[in-house]
């Protein structure tokens, strides 16, 4: 009798880890698929380790001038650097740097009085400017001539602009 309980200990253990052995695999295919097809959407280059977001879009590379101030400018660089301009002011100048971030992740209260729900399959860029002032926009439009954004964490006003270079 002791062997047939023996026996049926091992047959159980073999049947349990084969199972788990298969589980496992299935689980590694699906994130396997996962994450093919999430790098088929997005640019390896451009992802975050910390969310697997665009840090940046390289669309919006380049220096946009201001529809409604036609001496303001800001730069957007592919290192995420951003820098504001206004001629005629070199004091005026500020630089920063700019990234894409999940909303839901930001701390709270950082989006102003803005339901973080509302800003859902929106794209955000938080600015972070050498003075210490944090910023986020969202981007209204963009093409290859025109970018407008909203300040949400400040006044709420949009900003639109024409590609310079």
């Known amino acids: 009798m002791n062997n047939k309980v023996l026996i049926a200990i091992v047959a159980l253990l073999l049947l349990g880890g084969g199972y788990w052995f298969y589980i496992d695999s299935q689980n590694e295919a699906t994130e396997n698929v996962r994450l093919a097809e999430g790098s088929a959407a997005q640019d390896p280059s451009t992802l975050s380790d910390a ?3 665009p840090t940046n879009n390289p669309a ?3 220096t ?3 529809k409604e101030d036609a001496k303001f400018s800001r730069e957007f660089t592919a290192d995420g650097t951003v820098t504001d301009r206004y001629l005629g002011d070199a004091s005026a100048t500020l630089t920063g740097t700019y990234m894409i971030v999940d909303p839901l992740e930001e701390p709270t209260g950082a989006l102003g009085n803005v339901p ?3 800003l859902t399959g929106m794209t955000v860029i938080k600015t972070t400017w050498s003075n210490g002032d944090i910023m986020y926009f969202t ?5 290859d001539t025109e970018l407008q954004l909203s300040n949400i964490s400040g006044r709420g006003n949009t900003l ?3 590609k310079v270079k």
Do not use: E
């Not at 981007?139 to 093409?143: G, K, Q, R, S, Y």
């Open 64 to 66: 946009w001038k201001s």
């Open 51 to 53: 969310n697997m977001m």
């Open 160 to 162: 639109a602009f024409t």
């Open 116 to 118: 973080v729900a509302s």
């Open 60 to 62: 919006m590379n380049g």
């Open 139 to 143: 981007v209204l439009a963009l093409t």
